[in-house]
C-alpha cells in the first residue's frame, strides 16, 4: 500500500482523544491533515470541483493540504461550529455559515474515503429517541422511558416508576451569568420537585436502575472493547472519574448481536455504550455515543481503543 494518502481528522485543536489517535498514526508513518470547520473561512481554503471521476480539488489548513480525491480516511470526531468571517454581522453572517455548513460541509461528506464515522451517520445517532427505539429492537434491556413537556404525565410517571431520573437529551453547551460552564448531569427525580418549567421544553424521565456497576463498551469495527466501571459514589459515575476502577472483561455473549445489530442500523463504525449492571447480572441500556471519548481510560485500556482506531483509518484502502 502507499502511504503518501492522509487521513483526514476532523476535530477541535483541544481534542485528547483526536491527538491520541494522531500519535499513533505518525508513529506508523501515516499522514494526516487535522482540520476544523470551526477554522473557515480565516485558516482553511477549499476547491472542490465535480468531474466524470467524481470529487475533485484540494483543501488547505494553515499547515497542510489535501487532495480530495486521495484521502485515505476520515475521522470525524468533534469539530468547532461553523463561523463567518470577522467583520460579518448579522444577517450576512448567518447566510455565509449556513453557506458554509451545507458546501464545505458536503464536500468534507462527499470524500471517497473510509469514514469513522461519516458525520451524517453520527447525526442520525445522536438522538436519544432514535437511540432508545433502535435498543429496543436490536435486542437491549431498556428501562421504562418517558420523553415529555407535560408537568402531569411527568409527576405520573416518576410515582409509577420511582425512583426515576432525569437525563438530559443532549450534552448542550450551558454557562452561568458569569461565564461559568455548567454540566446537566443524571439525577434521581421526586414528583414533588418537578415543576411548571417541564412545559418549557422536552424532557426525558427514566426508571433507576440498581446497578453494582457500569459497563462503557467500546465497538470499533469488528472489535469490542468491554470496561466494567466499579466503585462510582454517585449515581452519574461521570463525576467521578478519580474515584473509580476501570477492569477490561470479556463482552457478555448475550451482547454481542445487539451491539452488531446497532451498529448496522446507524451505519456506524464506532460507537461507545453505556449500561448498567444490576444485581442479577442482567444489563440495562443507558444509551450509545456515536462518538464518546476514550482518553480518559488508564493507559492500558486506552492504548487498545487507539490503536483499534488507528487500525480503521491506516488499513484503508487508498483511493485509485
Known amino acids: 500500500m502507499r502511504t503518501h494518502a492522509p487521513v483526514l481528522v476532523v476535530s477541535r485543536v483541544d481534542d485528547t482523544t483526536a491527538d491520541l489517535v494522531i500519535t499513533e498514526l505518525h508513529r ?28 475533485t480539488g484540494i483543501i488547505r489548513t494553515a499547515t497542510r493540504e489535501a487532495r480530495l480525491d486521495r484521502v485515505r480516511a476520515v475521522y470525524w470526531r468533534r469539530p468547532r461550529p461553523y463561523t463567518a468571517a470577522p467583520g460579518v454581522k448579522g444577517q450576512d453572517a448567518r447566510w455565509c455559515v449556513e453557506e458554509a455548513r451545507y458546501g464545505l460541509g458536503g464536500i468534507l461528506a462527499s470524500l471517497p474515503a473510509h469514514y469513522v464515522n461519516h458525520p451524517w451517520r ?14 429496543v429492537r436490536c435486542g437491549f434491556d431498556v428501562p421504562p422511558t418517558l420523553l415529555t413537556n407535560d408537568l402531569d404525565a411527568a409527576r405520573e410517571f416518576v410515582r409509577e416508576h420511582g425512583p426515576a431520573v ?12 458569569r461565564g461559568q460552564a455548567l454540566t446537566v448531569w443524571v439525577d434521581e427525580v421526586d414528583p414533588h420537585d418537578l415543576d ?4 418549557q421544553t422536552v424532557h426525558l424521565f427514566q426508571r433507576r436502575v440498581r446497578s453494582v ?21 454517585g449515581l452519574d459515575w ?14 457478555p455473549p448475550a451482547l454481542a448481536k445487539p451491539i452488531r445489530a446497532y451498529l448496522d442500523a446507524f451505519g456506524l463504525i464506532f460507537a461507545a455504550f453505556d449500561l448498567g449492571l444490576d444485581h442479577e447480572g442482567r444489563t440495562w441500556w443507558y444509551e450509545a455515543n456515536p462518538n464518546g471519548q476514550f482518553a480518559w481510560f488508564p493507559p492500558a485500556i486506552t492504548q487498545r481503543l487507539v490503536s483499534a482506531v488507528a487500525d480503521q483509518l491506516h488499513c484503508a484502502g487508498e483511493p485509485s
Open 213 to 233: 456497576a457500569d459497563l462503557r463498551i467500546t465497538a470499533v469495527g469488528e472489535e469490542v472493547f468491554t470496561v466494567r466501571i466499579d466503585g462510582s459514589p
Open 196 to 199: 411548571e418549567g417541564i412545559a
Open 238 to 251: 461521570r463525576r467521578h472519574y478519580d474515584s473509580l476502577s476501570y477492569t477490561l472483561i470479556d463482552t
Open 28 to 55: 506508523r508513518q501515516v499522514p494526516v491533515v487535522r482540520l476544523d470547520p470551526g477554522d473557515f473561512p480565516e485558516a482553511v481554503t477549499v476547491q472542490a470541483g465535480v468531474k466524470d471521476t467524481g470529487l
Open 122 to 135: 453520527n447525526r442520525s445517532a445522536e438522538y436519544k429517541p432514535a437511540q432508545l427505539t433502535a435498543a
Open 166 to 177: 432525569y437525563k438530559p437529551l443532549r450534552s448542550t453547551d450551558y454557562h452561568d451569568a
